[in-house]
């Protein structure tokens, strides 16, 4: 039974998921990058990086319950690439490197069609130019009865939720303030949509929620 | 020296303050009273309000510094009174009774005039037509050197926050939704307004936040 799922994805205390102005040099927006500091030290965190060491706790077992039983991912296309609009560099094979940290099928909405893209490790990249419900479908079927995980941005995570289509997220709130920014809950309402809060703990560089939708 | 301070605000995880559709019968809009679980069940909270018993600890810690050292109060209108517009109930005299829980000055923010009210314990609500300055240089005088706690709702401390005249502001955060109402730090760019946060600590009622102007 496939779960639809978003995990790690982190807010400021004022509810921002990335700074403001995004670009090549700062692809989480201005200050978006102190969002991760819980995520950063995890063993988890370090060991799908290929480094060693790394903190254990509740941190890291949130960062844990992330990789676990994922058979496919779902990105929004500012997720992917810096650019917008057309794609103009098509050697632009997003931010990971070679071998990016997803190991399977991974799909990005767009408007702007584009062939496949094979990476090392198991890792493709698919264009879906359709709507939310087609690469969702896709997702399930490369998923084979695995889960799904919604990466983000807060845009996608966004469009998702009103449409009730995400069965449990967990969201980090990190000890920051951005101020201006990409806003994860805008134009949603939860509780309209179905969302109530079941998990609440918090470690000293974050707070954990886990929303899960009541019909599930 | 006065510090101008929020305490024990507390908004939902999608970062409401207050929930839709405010009234006589909910005061705090529709699921707004699930907000104050972590402080009702307080020692602090309960002693206030002439009650024995409650808990101690983070959550305690925090509802009692609310209570210390404050010599003046500032509310915004819609925290006096469910009524809006010009002073049609004279008889109204705020949500908490005779002998309302401030035992200090209490200035409130309202465009219409109207005569000091004097309660019993030492409360009197005094209603101030001018702008926030205003309010708060008669809130400084009257203080003497004691703090000033800034109640609320969201729109009088994001009036305050804007114009970086709180110097603290502690927010709680509790495990709810609340899908729409009044966010807390709607059109307010906390970064840009200098602050910062200096403290982050949880319990399983609510995360607690502080921040701190950057120039105080």
Known sequence: MTTVRVDSFTI??????????QS?????????EELHGWLLSTRTWRQVHGKEGG?????????ARG??????WILGRNMFAPSRGPWSDMSWKGWWGKNPPYHVPVFVLTHYARPPIEMEGNTTFHF??????????????AAAGMDIRIGGGANTIQQFLRAGLIDE????????????????????????????????????????????????
């Not at 400021?12 to 102005?21: F, H, K, L, V």
């Not at 920051?176 to 309209?192: C, H, K, M, Q, T």
């Open 67 to 72: 990789f676990g039983n994922v058979g496919a």
């Open 12 to 21: 400021s205390i004022d509810g921002y998921g990335a700074g403001p102005n």
């Open 169 to 216: 997220l967990h969201v980090a709130i990190s000890p920051i303030v951005l101020g201006s920014g990409e806003r994860l809950f805008e134009g949603v309402d939860l509780r309209a949509s179905g969302y109530q809060c079941v998990q609440f703990v918090g470690s000293k560089n974050a707070t954990h929620v886990v929303l899960r939708h009541a019909a599930r």
């Open 24 to 32: 090549l040099d700062n692809p989480l927006g201005i200050g978006g």
């Open 128 to 141: 879906v130019t359709g709507d939310i419900d087609d690469a969702l479908r896709q997702a399930r079927e």
């Open 55 to 63: 903190e254990t706790g509740v941190d890291d077992d949130f960062a």
